[in-house]
Structure formats: structure tokens, C-alpha cells
């Protein structure tokens, strides 16, 4: 009897043709580990070949001439060299139902890619004797009726695990939305078929999953998210380059700082912290995104007060921000963040020099600080209490904010490596998917 052969199949967003946000990354580490995961299933008698499946960035047309902006070929050819070119990861392309980039997900484009991953993973099983799917997001979330599907009508044993990314709780009830339809199918899947876990990213996700459609903690996964401990943003700068890079980008020098990060759509609460750091003079704001947003840029201008918009900064730039003697916080304060790290980073990269996270009590913010121990939370997700929560970081003396930065510093390098709870979570789900097929099966021929 030979080896088996386990096909783990990842279904994305981005991570290759296109790489925005905190998804990418994830993906991209999940494969630099691949060399590490391999003897958690050869321990089960099988050999492991890695599949990514993309949903490619929309074209469309902008203007008078067609694009297709989601598209970054500069990261596609470094996506490409690093993990395709030696023939150990297959790519799979998926077309994206909508028809531009800038156009929301609706119920129909759910079922699309399902019903195209279901396909995808038909592709994958011809070269395997089992697949292990894994998927994040909403958007994939029938993803998993197709695939058991298929599984069903051509004998193929597969197993399948939803990462938790969208909240499918949340105040505003959001039940009109095509993805709360689309996580609702995955709810009653993980609930009555065996096939079919949760693999929960933070604890307030996974306690959202068994509220709203009664998951029994038994067919839930550990798959906390985390950070490449050793990755080289968090190296140190010289002081002297870390003040020419910021001297270069106008910010004053003479000035304490408090900065924010991400995506600058308005849910990550952009625009409250310009709204509470005007409120606190002492204090200069600093925001940097990927890329431009002129609903931002805008809010910014209406306000009249002083602080810096930048875009397109790399790692190194942040890295000099929070490693900068004068920045006293970052703040983060996203409405419904689900397994946040770049609180997490801003503490690496700071080292433990005396800069302060600050967060809302919303989302899984709440499970990743200690309030007054290793982070400040603000009472309420409002201008003026986010205000009032930079106001005492100001009122700290220097030997406090370092304490509390230490604090979060080692807090985050015992929880929060991602390769330690990567292979935790990986050996999690092959064990389930060799209790639920069985025994590994005799090669096909």
C-alpha cells in the first residue's frame, strides 16, 4: 500500500493576482509552512499536495477604456516565483461572477462560486484519494454545499472547513444581506453534516457560530490567527533612518504621535479616529492605507484639523512610525473586526519601547487587550471616548507606557506566532478528516 494522497484545497480572495488585505497574508503563510505541515500528515500514512483556488479581480470598464484594477502583476510574478514555480502548489482560477470590481457580492455571486468550487475541487480529486477544503469568508460560504455535493454524487471523500471571518452577529441585524443567506446554509451544513467544520479565528467568532446557528463545540477547530514572529518588518531601524523616513514624509518631528492602519473603508473606523484625535491637541494623527480613499481624504479636509493621510507606504515605513521615540499609541478601532493582528504587529514592530495599542470595545478587540495591562480600551466605540482613551496614553508617564508595551509585547509573542497555531489548527483538521473518510483509503490506480 502506498502513501495517500491528501489534496488540501484553499479557496481565496486574494493572495496571488491580487493582494489587498489581511486575507493574502494568511494564505501566503499557510503555504510557507507547507514544509512543516507535511509530517503531520505523513503521520497518517499520507502525502500532501497543496491547491489554491482565486476568485481573479474583476475587469471592467472605468471610464471610457477597460481595466482591471484588482490585478497587481508585480505581485503575481512574486506569488508566482515563490510557490508555483517549483511545481509543489497547483493554481486554479475561478471567474468572478460580478461584473466590476467595485460591485458588492450578491446571492447569486455566493452560489456562483460555490457551484465553481465545487468544480474546482472535482478538478483537484482526479490526482488524489481524499481533499481537505478550506475556505474564509462569506463570499465562499456555499462553497460548502457544492463541494459535499459533488463529494456525494462521485464518491469522493472530502472533508471541509469554513475559516470564520464575516460576523453573522451583529447589532444591526444585517439578515437582509446575501451573505448572512450564504453563511446560513454553511451554520446548517456544520451542524447536521460530518463533514463540515467551523474552524473558528478568535473565540468571539466562534461563540457567535454556536449562537446563531447551535454549532456543539465538537465540530468547531482551533484556527486563531497569528503572526510570522520572525518576519523582517519587525527587525529594528537605526534610529537616524527611522527619523529620516519620517522627516521625508512631513511629519513634524516636534510632535507626539498617534497613528492607524488598514484598509480605509469606513467600518475600520478611519474617520472616528481623525474625529477623536482632533478632539486631542496634544496629539498628531497619522493614517496610513494601501492605497488612497476619497471618502477619507474628503472626511479629513471637512474636519480642518491637522494629521497625515498617507497611502502606498511599505512595512518599513510603518515599522519606523512605531518605532518612533514620540509615537505614544496606534489605535484600532474597527466596528466589528473578527481576528485582528495589526494591534498585534504595532506592538512587534515597537519592540516593547513604550508605544500603547488602543482599541474600541467591539469585535474581538476586547479578547486582545487587557485594559490598563497591556493596552488602553476606550469605554464606548465614540469619538469622544476614543478621545478620552488618548488622552490618558498622553497622561501616562514614559515608564508606564513601556511597562504596558512589554506587557503586550510578550502577551503577543505567546500567542500569536503563526506557525505555532497554524500547525495546531492544520493537525486538528487532518486528524477529523482521517476520523471522518476513515482509515486512508488504497491509493487509486
Known sequence: MGEHRLAVLIFTNEGFRQVDGGVARVVQDILDLRAEAAPIAHAKGARVRWHVAERASSAGYEGDRWANSGYDSDRWAHAEQRWLRDGDVRYHRMADPRAHLWEMDHFEHCVALGAAGGQVMLSVAEEADSVLVISGMSMFAMAARFVVRAADQFQIPATYVHLTHNPVLNAGGDAELPETYADSVLGHLARHDERVTIGWESEWMRDQYQQVYGIPDHKTLFAYNGIPLDAPKFDRIDPAEVEAILRS??????????????????EKGFELFLDAAKEVPEVFPVVLNRRSYPALQEHHRSLGSPGLLLSGQDDRVLAAFC??????????????????????????MNGGAGLVVVGVPAGVYPELIDDGVDGVMADERTAGAVAEALRSVVAMRPAERVRMSAAALERTRRTRDYRTNWLRSFTEMVDRHFTVIGRPAEPRA
Not at 514624509?249 to 488598514?262: A, M, Q, T, Y
Not at 518605532?323 to 512587534?348: C, D, I, K, V
Open 323 to 348: 518605532q518612533w521615540p514620540r509615537t505614544l499609541a496606534a489605535a484600532f478601532l474597527s466596528e466589528r473586526e473578527s481576528a485582528s493582528t495589526t494591534g498585534n504587529e504595532a506592538t512587534l
Open 249 to 266: 514624509l512631513g511629519v513634524p518631528l516636534d510632535r507626539d504621535l498617534v497613528i492607524s492602519w488598514g484598509r480605509g473603508i469606513r
